[in-house]
């Protein structure tokens, strides 16, 4: 139990966080397509014996690289998708060569964080650190890049995009295990989403994203543990309350500092 | 000869004494041609800007506008020609204000983040809070009259106060040379001509190049010291009085126009006929040397 706390509010912290630049780069679907492709690489794993992170690990990378090179020329959203059928296919093909197939999707699907296990904290600790540091360094660039990117190179442009994949992707490879790759989208999304209309400040956005992340994990595991109904359901039921509560918050107090009298 | 701009503003005072001397030339453009695959969007373009200078670049859509900005920018890499900036290859100094766009109103980003952005946003890290920092972003923002929604949103900003808050992140570096790409498009006439009258006392003031592209040169005309005129990749290049004629502009078109004037309006329009002289599109320069 205690485990599942620890693992599950980093990925909530790393995933509010990530999320903030998920949202405003417009990027949902590449935050929904890394985690369910990265769903293969689990099931790779389980085929052959292997860590389900290191599975995770290297097909989110893939997926990453893929989407980032494929998406340089052409439509970004094209490119998201063929990439994600292609790695959906072969996490069909390894879970029928699988035995234990059903049990080990469904967790995958949607987590199992009352499962997870002591081995599980250091890996996810060192991921978690790395992603925000990695964060920190690209904190200017991605700002820049998400609001003017005329005033980059294309080739500039297309190394910030490189790098934010894959920090969506090392997001995905520590979040997966605890709330699985379909609601993974509540993490990255939702507090995002909700922190923006709360606040015009990014620095203040992105720390109130992962508060909302870590209060809407901390809340559905408890009443998970209660209820024994799957977390998953609570995740993404208290990601939308939060996401509804903070627009309503936003429209009557009229939302954050300064004007905000505009054509919106 | 005097080279003088005649001007229409009266504040010709500068503010800030900068080391560099009035009309020193900060960007040079050689024989820059731009060809991609078979189209020649820029052929043999060349011109000089001068500190202390509004220059117009005019055209149509599709004259190139865009493209020969992007070179100057260095975003893009002429096929042939040169494009040196203070007496060096294409550098940092030149600030730039993208064309017309469109931000998310949700953006949780400030007039005030954006402007920040324009002293370091390229660099990696997170930036020092200080207090020297938010000084300078602070008068930053009100040398561009843009304090009183420095707490806003960008993306619910009306049209010119995006203008504004652009110009400030452009300008916030420092560079020598001040590139902006339609900002007058989708602007009401008065916020154009306070967009246009602000630019031309910057240009003024600190002594900086500043260059707006344009497809309708009349919001321009009383503050432009000297204007670009772009048709299908070529430039004629000089005084506005210089440029803006019949013959000159016949000759860069390949086609008879006439250039007609009316209640301090300039209007250019296609010409009866095509009795236009043989053209020579090269070396159309009307610039005095």
């Not at chain 1, 912290?13 to 689990?42: C, E, L, T």
């Not at chain 1, 379909?182 to 956005?205: E, K, N, Q, S, Y």
């Not at chain 2, 931000?103 to 400030?110: A, E, S």
Request: with cysteine; net charge neutral.
């Amino acid at each position: 139990m205690v485990n599942a706390w620890i693992v599950a509010s980093l990925a909530a912290v790393v995933g509010g966080a990530v999320g903030f630049f998920v949202v405003m780069r417009g990027a949902s679907f590449v935050a929904h397509a890394i985690p369910n492709g990265s769903f293969a690489g689990a099931a790779g794993a389980t085929l052959v014996g292997a860590s389900t992170i290191a599975g995770l690990g290297i097909f989110s990378v893939g997926g990453a690289l893929g989407i980032g090179l494929l998406g340089r020329r052409g439509r970004r959203d094209v490119a998201t998708a063929l990439t994600l059928v292609f790695m959906l296919g072969l996490g069909a093909l390894f879970l029928s060569l699988s035995a234990e197939s059903s049990e080990a999707a469904y967790s995958l699907l949607f987590g199992e964080v009352l499962g997870i296990s002591a081995n599980e904290i250091v890996p996810t600790l060192a991921l978690a650190v790395a992603s925000l540091i990695v964060l920190g360094l690209l904190w200017r660039p991605l700002l820049l890049d998400s609001v003017l990117p005329e005033r980059s190179s294309g080739r500039r442009l297309l190394a910030v995009d490189l790098a934010f994949l894959l920090l969506v992707a090392m997001t995905t490879t520590m979040t997966v295990p605890v709330v699985g790759t379909t609601l993974i989208f509540t993490l990255m999304i939702a507090p995002a989403a909700a922190a923006r209309a709360l606040t015009a400040r990014p620095g203040v956005a992105l720390a109130l994203s992962s508060a909302v992340a870590l209060v809407t994990v901390w809340g559905a595991i408890a009443l998970s543990y209660t209820t024994n109904w799957p977390v998953g359901f609570f995740v993404g039921a208290l990601g939308a309350c939060a996401y509804a509560a903070s627009h309503a918050a936003a429209r009557s107090g009229d939302g954050g500092p300064g004007r905000t009298a505009g054509r919106g | 000869m005097s080279d003088e701009p005649q001007s229409t503003l009266t504040h010709a005072v500068p503010e800030r004494a900068e080391p560099q001397v009035a009309g020193e030339t900060v960007l040079e453009l050689a024989g820059v041609t731009v060809e991609l695959g078979a189209r020649r969007i820029l052929d043999d373009v060349g011109f000089r800007l001068k500190a202390g200078e509004l220059t117009g670049l005019i055209g149509s859509n599709g004259a190139g506008k865009t493209t020969l900005l992007r070179v100057i920018l260095g975003l893009l890499e002429p096929t042939r020609g040169t494009v040196t900036v203070n007496g060096a290859d294409v550098g940092r100094s030149v600030g730039y204000v993208p064309q017309k766009f469109m931000l998310d109103p949700d953006l949780p980003v400030r007039a005030r983040d954006l402007v920040a952005l324009g002293i370091d946003g390229q660099r990696l890290g997170v930036a020092r809070p200080s207090r020297e920092r938010r000084e300078r972003v602070a008068r930053m923002l009100g040398a561009v009259g843009a304090a009183d929604f420095a707490d806003a949103r960008v993306g619910r900003l009306s049209g010119g106060e995006q203008q504004r808050v652009l110009i400030a992140h452009a300008l916030i570096s420092h560079p020598s040379l001040l590139l902006l790409d339609e900002p007058l498009a989708n602007l009401d006439l008065h916020s154009a001509r306070a967009v246009v009258e602000l630019l031309a006392r910057i240009a003024r003031e600190q002594r900086i190049a500043v260059m707006i592209s344009a497809h309708e040169m009349n919001a321009l005309l009383p503050v432009m010291d000297r204007v670009v005129y772009l048709a299908d990749g070529r430039a004629a290049c000089g005084r506005a009085e210089d440029v803006v004629r019949a013959d000159v502009l016949s000759r860069l078109y390949g086609h008879r126009v006439e250039v007609i004037r009316a209640a301090g309006r300039v209007l250019v329009v296609a010409g009866e006929g095509d009795d236009a002289e043989p053209t020579h599109p090269h070396h159309l320069d009307a610039e005095e040397h």
